[in-house]
């Protein structure tokens, strides 16, 4: 049974672990994650006489990790500028993967399907090819890209988390596929 009144002292044991997986989960480096779980430690700390019970503590420490993780990826997205010249770097552009009429992929560049990769080892394998392709990204690149598929923001909450026009959000999400189609491909999962 949860106390009606937070005891700050428990909150280590009682939701340490959990906070913790779900950070990592979300920034995939542990100092970072565990950093974060101090931070939201410390933050419900400092507000714990707003704290109203209206939801569980629980519910309460993850609303604020949540956040905790937001304004990572906001100090992680200004941390640096992408580089207009960065998709050329291995002479492909833009161009040469979607139709600019719709955006959607070439016919020759269309990925493969993955419906292979059912088998539990497969799916475990691509989980972890997919978590070092995305620390691949720049930090803006990586940062839009978990607000947008792994917090499942919308595009407008993070433009405004990130201060971020629409038509840069845009470039930001279609830069960071690229590169984890790139990268997915070089390590063999894609490929025709």
């Given at each position: 049974?949860?106390?009606?009144?937070?005891?700050?002292?428990?909150?280590?044991?009682?939701?340490?672990?959990e906070?913790?997986?779900?950070a990592?989960?979300?920034v995939?480096?542990?100092?970072?994650?565990?950093?974060?779980?101090?931070?939201?430690?410390?933050?419900?700390?400092?507000?714990?006489?707003?704290f109203?019970?209206?939801?569980?503590?629980?519910?309460?420490?993850?609303?604020i990790?949540?956040r905790?993780?937001?304004?990572?990826?906001?100090?992680?997205?200004?941390?640096?500028?992408?580089?207009?010249?960065e998709?050329?770097?291995?002479?492909?552009t833009?161009?040469?993967?979607?139709?600019?009429?719709?955006?959607?992929?070439t016919?020759?560049?269309?990925?493969?399907?993955?419906?292979?990769?059912?088998?539990?080892?497969?799916?475990?394998?691509?989980?972890?090819?997919?978590?070092?392709?995305?620390?691949?990204?720049s930090?803006?690149?990586?940062?839009?890209?978990?607000?947008?598929?792994?917090?499942e923001?919308?595009a407008?909450?993070?433009c405004?988390?990130?201060?971020?026009?629409?038509?840069?959000?845009?470039?930001?999400?279609?830069r960071?596929?690229?590169?984890?189609?790139?990268?997915?491909?070089?390590?063999?999962?894609g490929?025709?």
């Open positions: 049974m949860t106390p009606a009144t937070p005891v700050p002292a428990l909150w280590p044991d009682r939701f340490g672990d906070l913790y997986r779900f990592l989960s979300r995939s480096d542990a100092d970072v994650a565990e950093e974060l779980v101090q931070e939201t430690f410390l933050s419900a700390l400092d507000g714990l006489a707003t109203r019970a209206e939801a569980s503590e629980r519910t309460w420490l993850f609303v990790l949540r905790k993780i937001i304004d990572h990826y906001r100090r992680q997205a200004r941390a640096t500028q992408v580089s207009l010249d998709l050329s770097e291995n002479g492909a833009e161009a040469d993967f979607f139709t600019p009429e719709n955006g959607h992929w016919g020759p560049q269309a990925p493969a399907s993955w419906l292979n990769a059912d088998a539990a080892l497969e799916q475990q394998e691509l989980h972890e090819i997919l978590q070092r392709c995305q620390e691949r990204l930090p803006q690149q990586g940062a839009v890209f978990a607000m947008r598929f792994v917090e923001l919308s407008e909450e993070i405004q988390e990130l201060g971020l026009s629409s038509a840069n959000y845009w470039v930001i999400v279609h960071a596929k690229l590169q984890l189609r790139r990268c997915l491909e070089k390590h063999g999962l490929e025709n």
